[in-house]
Structure formats: structure tokens, C-alpha cells
């Protein structure tokens, strides 16, 4: 069971990235997802989560209007698509599977974590 966390970089205030979160060993169409960030010195915090099923999703206010999540069951993949990116954006970011389905913001309730994608927002 594995979750790869993909597509971080350096980009400048205002573009975008997507992240990519691929699932190995398990079907994604069973598990609620989510997107955590920790930045340098700072405790991990929630950015966005999808649900399984009725795709519901939700956001941190933060990115709210500016993050999108996306899951390609078929892909078995879910997807962070980053606009109008700040550098307090700036974090390494992870992915999350949770098996009871939900969208859930607490760290406690996921199940599998990817090893995190270095996103980096600086001119």
C-alpha cells in the first residue's frame, strides 16, 4: 500500500502547479482523500479533502477559491490543482487516504499518508 505524492517545484507568486497523488496496492474509489501542507517550522494543517462516492470536497480558507481537488478513480490518482499561488503556499505537501470515505480535515482520522512534494513560492 502506497500513496506517491508528485509535481511540486519552484514557481513564482500568482502561477500554478498541480499535484499528483497516485495510489498503489489499493483502489482510491474507496477512500476519502486528503491534501495537508507543513511548512518550514510550522505544524502540519489540512488544506482540502474529497470524499468518496459523491465527491463532496471541502477547502481550508486559505485556498479557498484558489485550490481545486480532483480524483480520477480510473487513474487511481487524485489530483491538487494550486492557482494563484502566495509564498505562504510555501510547504511541503502531502496526500491522505482515509477509509471510511469522508472528507475529513484531522490528521487522525487518515489511514495512509504519501511521503510529501516540496512546493516552493518565491520570486
Known amino acids: 500500500v502506497q500513496l506517491q505524492a508528485s509535481g511540486g517545484g519552484l514557481v513564482q507568486p500568482g502561477g500554478s502547479l498541480r499535484l499528483s497523488c497516485a495510489a498503489s496496492?489499493?483502489?482510491?474509489?474507496?477512500?476519502?482523500m486528503g491534501w495537508f501542507r507543513q511548512a518550514p517550522g510550522k505544524e502540519r494543517e489540512w488544506v482540502s479533502c474529497?470524499?468518496?462516492?459523491?465527491?463532496?470536497?471541502d477547502y481550508a480558507d486559505s485556498v479557498k477559491g484558489r485550490f481545486t481537488i480532483s480524483r480520477d478513480n480510473a487513474k487511481n490518482t487524485v489530483y491538487l490543482q494550486m492557482n494563484s499561488l502566495k509564498p505562504e503556499d510555501t510547504a511541503v505537501y502531502y496526500c491522505?487516504?482515509?477509509?471510511?470515505?469522508?472528507?475529513?480535515?484531522?490528521?487522525?482520522?487518515?489511514?495512509?499518508w504519501g511521503q510529501g512534494t516540496l512546493v516552493t513560492v518565491s520570486s
Open positions: 491522505a487516504a482515509d477509509y471510511s470515505a469522508r472528507c475529513g480535515n484531522l490528521d487522525l482520522v487518515y489511514d495512509y
Open positions: 496496492g489499493f483502489t482510491l474509489d474507496y477512500y476519502g
Open positions: 474529497i470524499s468518496s462516492g459523491d465527491g463532496s470536497t
